[in-house]
C-alpha cells in the first residue's frame, strides 16, 4: 500500500474562491498561532498542555470570540491544531525546531479530511463555498483508491489543491531472468546515461533561467521592503521558481516513466546526494537535476508499474571499475569525461562506463 498525492491547479478561481481561500488559509494560521501562544502560557504557568486541550478552550470561546470561523470549512481550524501538536512532537523527539509563528506570505494553505470535499471529474466541491474548476482530474481513480485528505495552497498568485490517496499496490509481476534490465547513472553531463547507449539530457532550467532569477533578486534587493514594487517583484520571483520547479519535474517525470515503461529491471546508484552537496562546485548542477525527486518518482511508479528496482550501494566503484575488465583505477578525476583502461586499452565514455557497472551490479544483487 502506498500514499500518492496529485496537485492539481485551481481553474481560474472567481473573486468570490479566492477570497474564501484567502479567509480559510487566514483561520488556518490564526488557529495555530493562537494554540502556541496557549501552549506558551500554560506552560509558562506549569502546566503540561496538549493539543486536545487547547483545540477545546478555541471551540468553546470561538462562537462569541472568533464568530469568522465559521465563514469557511471547520477544518480550516481544527487541522491547525493537529498540525501543533505534531510540530510539538517532532521538537520532544528531537526531530524538529521549536513551533514558530505561522506568517502570511508564508504559510497559506488549508486543509480538507476527506469527509468533506467531494471530487467528480475535474471540479471539486467544498464547504461553504460549492464547486471549484480544476485544471485538470485526479490521476488516480479506481475502486483500489481511497481518498485520504487535500490541501489548498498558494504558490506565486496561483491556488492548487494536493489530493492524498492510498492506493494498493501490485507484486511486481516480472520474472529476473527473463526482463530486460538497465543501469542508470544519473550524471552532471547529462540527466541520465543509460546501460544501452542512449543519453537523457536535463533541462537544466535553473542554469537557463538563473541570470533572470539574478535579475529579480537584485532589483528586490533595491526596493524598500513593503513597498508596492518590492511586492510586485516578490511576486514575478515567486513565479519564476515555481517555473523552473515545474520544467524539472516536467524532465523527471519523463525520464521515470520512460525508465518503468520500458525496463522490467531498473539499476540505479544510491547516491548520497548530502554528501554530494557538500562539493560546491557539483552542488548546484546535482540540486537543479533532483536526484531525490528522481529516486520519489521511481520508487512510486515502480510500484504502480511493477518494476525492480536494485539499488546500489552508494560506495561501489561504479566510475572508476573498468566495465571491459573489471580492473579498478585507484583514482579518476571528475574531469576525465572518457575512461581509458589502464590494464586493457579500453575506451568508453565515462557515463556509459558507469550505468554498464551498475546494471551488472544491481543483478548481481537481485540474483
Ligand atoms: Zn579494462
Known sequence: MIILSHKIQIKNPTVKQQIYFRQACGTSRFAYNWGLDQWKKQYDNGLKPTHFQIKKAFNAIK??????????TKC?????????????KRFFNGEGKYPKFKKKGQH??????????KISENRVKIPKLGWVSLTESLRFC???IKILSATVSRIADKWFISISVQMETTPAKVSKSQADTVGVDLGVKNLATLSNGSTIEGSKPLKKLSRKLARIQRHLAKCTKGSKRYNQQKI????????IRCIRQDSLHKLTHHLCQDFKIICIEDLNVKGMMKNHKLAKAIS?????EFKRQLEYKSSLFGNWISSVDRWFPSSKTCS??????EE????ERVYHCDKCGFKIDRDLNAAINIEREGIRLLA
Open 63 to 72: 462562537p462569541v470570540e472568533f464568530p469568522w470561523v465559521f465563514n469557511v
Open 76 to 88: 480550516a481550524a481544527e487541522q491547525a491544531f493537529s498540525n501543533l501538536g505534531s510540530a510539538f
Open 108 to 117: 497559506d494553505s488549508f486543509y480538507l479530511s476527506n469527509d468533506q470535499f
Open 142 to 144: 479506481g475502486d483500489a
Open 236 to 243: 514575478k520571483l515567486a513565479r519564476l521558481h515555481y517555473r
Open 288 to 292: 537543479d537535476m533532483g536526484f531525490y
Open 324 to 329: 571491459n575488465c573489471g580492473n579498478k583505477k
Open 332 to 335: 579518476l578525476k571528475l574531469s
